[in-house]
């Protein structure tokens, strides 16, 4: 997984990472250069007491070290750039995935998990690129080139060469098999801390009202235990690992110089030679060293690359088809048998629902709390699919116009409004780009949400909070409608948009929108009779299954089921 999502995002960036593999290329040579060059000084310049020859030479050390360093800085920048475009890129699809999911694959990952993906399994994904590109690239070319020119300085050290290399690798091949596991945890855990903690925020009144903090703090105290508990364990792995690799290198160099000082006296290697070996050998080590923590991240990575394929490769259940049909407006709605069953529930929500609305009229739905309406609404509005049956428009299969057209055709007032930050202007505008103030105030009226806006500061441009926090239940809902009508869609869809309402402001508010909507259809679910008894067409639910279509009076002598809501509704008024 992390190869393919590294060759499908690292597809545009060849061109740069040849540069970084190049840069790297030459930095690597550079410093594979440098203790050749000392040796030379040492041996040829200091021994013999020939300054010209130092000078000469330490002007050489001098240009080589600046473009070792120029090039490692281009190479650091390059990478940087790379794994940072690569993060950017990856988010940016990411979120026009999940953009594109209906509730139903919202609800399989968890919003806290699709957060943590798009952040942090991102974030894993990037650090590997960013150390692979500044760190990886040049250690096999530093490890063997180091390795051929010690050779060629000291053959007779070479030995310590073949003690120190296995001991480093083996030292290193525990600990990291051990940190790997570790890592594999991690990801979950900081989905458990993510999704505990999004939680208790949103819910932070409720937990206040009854007086859960003990318990959900700790709650949070467990989940927050057990990351850092991981964390910790990798933690002091890593905290192991870089002593060890210090001590490895330390400890040959001390054997070095021991046993090189014989050699120098035997005459068989020159105090030059030996220093350079010093310095490969150094080298060497090091780049194993980093060679080593750059695999260390690639087990994490591999994790957070599954975990971002996941979402990557989830089919959208909701799809544009390849050839969408179209519709003339004010085309009819038409619900043909409707059924729908959610995953893993034992029963259908609804049965075989049929109703036609059409342009001009209003179609209301009522029925006991859980009888399925808001699911009804939902499958009209194409944010889940039908399970049998279809739902037409002028004729057509909705599945079969582009989603898009649907949804433009389409007001809805969801059951628990949500306005977005901004402004009252920016949240109409959600309704219509461009509309102008006339409509916006007009639409307000309608929604009779004029007075309070008004009174607001600021009027139109007064702020709302991110969810609408800053607005009642009631005026949030009205906002809500005053969207939809901004709009003017075709067909409008309420889902108990009046329930938070006052019966007053609710008569109000329905006198107001006939002559508004006259020319569109209108679908009304609602738990209150009052709401919808002037309505053309009345579908009592039942349970999902509808029990009878039919007008207020119709429905009062033909249908006990509709008398039963009316009447319990009559003793709540009189009581
Ligand atoms: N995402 C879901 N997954 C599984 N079952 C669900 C889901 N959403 C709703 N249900 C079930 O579907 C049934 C109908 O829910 P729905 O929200 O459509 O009812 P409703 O008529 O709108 O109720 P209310 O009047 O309270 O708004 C409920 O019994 C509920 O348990
Ligand atoms: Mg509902």
Same mark, same amino acid.
């Given at each position: 997984?992390?190869?393919?999502?590294?060759?499908?995002?690292?597809?545009?960036?060849?061109?740069?990472?040849?540069?970084?593999?190049?840069?790297?290329?030459?930095?690597?040579?550079?410093?594979?250069?440098?203790?050749?060059?000392?040796?030379?000084?040492?041996?040829?310049?200091?021994?013999?007491?020939?300054?010209?020859?130092?000078?000469?030479?330490?002007?050489?050390?001098?240009?080589?070290?600046?473009?070792?360093?120029?090039?490692?800085?281009?190479?650091?920048?390059?990478?940087?750039?790379?794994?940072?475009?690569?993060?950017?890129?990856?988010?940016?699809?990411?979120?026009?995935?999940?953009?594109?999911?209906?509730?139903?694959?919202?609800?399989?990952?968890?919003?806290?998990?699709?957060?943590?993906?798009?952040?942090?399994?991102?974030?894993?994904?990037?650090?590997?690129?960013?150390?692979?590109?500044? =760190? @990886? *690239?040049?250690? !096999? +070319?530093?490890?063997? #080139?180091?390795? %051929?020119?010690?050779? $060629?300085?000291? &053959?007779?050290?070479?030995?310590? =060469? @073949? *003690?120190?290399? !296995? +001991?480093?690798?083996? #030292?290193?091949? %525990?600990?990291?098999? $051990?940190?790997? &596991?570790?890592?594999?945890?991690?990801?979950?855990?900081?989905?458990? +801390?993510?999704?505990?903690?999004?939680?208790?925020?949103?819910?932070?009144?409720?937990?206040?009202?009854?007086?859960?903090?003990?318990?959900?703090?700790?709650?949070?105290?467990?989940?927050?235990?057990?990351?850092?508990?991981?964390?910790?364990?990798?933690?002091?792995?890593?905290?192991?690992?870089?002593?060890?690799?210090?001590?490895?290198?330390?400890?040959?160099?001390?054997?070095?110089?021991?046993?090189?000082?014989?050699?120098?006296?035997?005459?068989?290697?020159?105090?030059?030679?030996?220093?350079?070996?010093?310095?490969?050998?150094?080298?060497?080590?090091?780049?194993?060293?980093?060679?080593?923590?750059?695999?260390?991240?690639?087990?994490?990575?591999?994790?957070?690359?599954?975990?971002?394929?996941?979402?990557?490769?989830?089919?959208?259940?909701?799809?544009?088809?390849?050839?969408?049909?179209?519709?003339?407006?004010?085309?009819?709605?038409?619900?043909?048998?409707?059924?729908?069953?959610?995953?893993?529930?034992?029963?259908?929500?609804?049965?075989?629902?049929?109703?036609?609305?059409?342009?001009?009229?209003?179609?209301?739905?009522?029925?006991?709390?859980?009888?399925?309406?808001?699911?009804?609404?939902?499958?009209?509005?194409?944010?889940?699919?039908?399970?049998?049956?279809?739902?037409?428009?002028?004729?057509?299969?909705?599945?079969?116009?582009?989603?898009?057209?649907?949804?433009?055709?389409?007001?809805?007032?969801?059951?628990?409004?949500?306005?977005?930050?901004?402004?009252?202007?920016?949240?109409?505008?959600?309704?219509?780009?461009?509309?102008?103030?006339?409509?916006?105030?007009?639409?307000?009226?309608?929604?009779?949400?004029?007075?309070?806006?008004?009174?607001?500061?600021?009027?139109?441009?007064?702020?709302?909070?991110?969810?609408?926090?800053?607005?009642?239940?009631?005026?949030?809902?009205?906002?809500?409608?005053?969207?939809?009508?901004?709009?003017?869609?075709?067909?409008?869809?309420?889902?108990?948009?009046?329930?938070?309402?006052?019966?007053?402001?609710?008569?109000?508010?329905?006198?107001?929108?006939?002559?508004?909507?006259?020319?569109?259809?209108?679908?009304?679910?609602?738990?209150?009779?009052?709401?919808?008894?002037?309505?053309?067409?009345?579908?009592?639910?039942?349970?999902?299954?509808?029990?009878?279509?039919?007008?207020?009076?119709?429905?009062?002598?033909?249908?006990?089921?509709?008398?039963?809501?009316?009447?319990?509704?009559?003793?709540?008024?009189?009581?």
């Amino acid at each position: 997984m992390l190869i393919r999502l590294l060759r499908r995002f690292l597809r545009g960036y060849w061109l740069v990472l040849v540069g970084v593999v190049l840069l790297q290329g030459v930095q690597a040579l550079a410093s594979l250069y440098l203790p050749d060059l000392n040796a030379s000084v040492i041996d040829k310049g200091v021994l013999r007491g020939d300054t010209g020859y130092i000078e000469r030479l330490g002007v050489v050390m001098l240009v080589v070290t600046a473009v070792q360093l120029a090039f490692s800085i281009g190479a650091v920048y390059l990478g940087s750039r790379v794994s940072m475009g690569l993060g950017r890129d990856v988010r940016r699809d990411l979120f026009r995935q999940v953009t594109g999911f209906s509730a139903q694959e919202v609800n399989r990952f968890g919003a806290p998990s699709l957060i943590t993906r798009i952040t942090n399994d991102v974030q894993q994904v990037q650090m590997l690129v960013l150390m692979t590109s500044t =760190l @990886a *690239v040049a250690a !096999p +070319v530093t490890a063997v #080139g180091g390795l %051929v020119l010690a050779l $060629r300085q000291a &053959p007779s050290l070479s030995w310590l =060469l @073949a *003690v120190s290399l !296995p +001991v480093l690798v083996a #030292g290193l091949v %525990v600990i990291v098999s $051990r940190m790997v &596991p570790q890592f594999r945890f991690m990801q979950e855990r900081i989905d458990g +801390v993510n999704r505990v903690l999004r939680e208790q925020i949103t819910g932070i009144r409720v937990v206040r009202a009854f007086v859960r903090e003990p318990e959900e703090t700790h709650r949070f105290g467990t989940v927050n235990d057990g990351l850092t508990a991981t964390s910790l364990r990798a933690g002091r792995l890593m905290a192991v690992m870089f002593p060890f690799v210090m001590l490895v290198i330390n400890g040959s160099s001390v054997a070095v110089v021991w046993f090189g000082g014989d050699r120098i006296a035997a005459g068989d290697v020159t105090i030059g030679s030996l220093i350079a070996f010093l310095s490969y050998f150094t080298l060497i080590l090091t780049s194993v060293m980093m060679a080593t923590f750059v695999a260390v991240l690639t087990p994490r990575a591999a994790v957070s690359a599954e975990r971002i394929g996941e979402v990557l490769d989830t089919a959208v259940s909701v799809r544009a088809p390849a050839v969408p049909r179209t519709v003339p407006s004010l085309a009819p709605l038409e619900l043909r048998d409707v059924g729908f069953h959610y995953p893993g529930a034992d029963a259908p929500v609804l049965t075989g629902v049929s109703f036609t609305a059409v342009a001009g009229q209003t179609m209301a739905v009522v029925g006991s709390t859980g009888s399925g309406k808001t699911t009804l609404v939902n499958l009209v509005a194409r944010l889940i699919d039908v399970t049998s049956g279809a739902v037409l428009m002028g004729g057509v299969d909705i599945r079969e116009l582009d989603p898009d057209l649907l949804w433009h055709r389409i007001g809805l007032i969801p059951q628990r409004a949500y306005l977005f930050s901004g402004t009252v202007r920016t949240n109409l505008e959600y309704g219509r780009p461009g509309a102008g103030d006339d409509e916006l105030w007009e639409a307000l009226r309608v929604a009779q949400a004029a007075d309070f806006v008004a009174a607001m500061p600021g009027g139109l441009d007064a702020p709302i909070e991110q969810g609408g926090t800053n607005v009642s239940g009631g005026q949030r809902q009205r906002l809500a409608i005053a969207r939809a009508l901004v709009r003017r869609p075709d067909i409008y869809l309420f889902d108990d948009s009046f329930s938070a309402l006052d019966v007053a402001t609710d008569a109000r508010l329905r006198a107001a929108l006939r002559p508004y909507t006259s020319e569109a259809a209108v679908v009304v679910v609602a738990q209150r009779v009052s709401t919808i008894r002037d309505a053309d067409q009345i579908l009592v639910l039942d349970h999902g299954t509808p029990v009878r279509l039919g007008r207020h009076e119709e429905l009062l002598a033909s249908c006990p089921c509709y008398v039963e809501i009316v009447d319990s509704q009559r003793q709540e008024r009189a009581a």
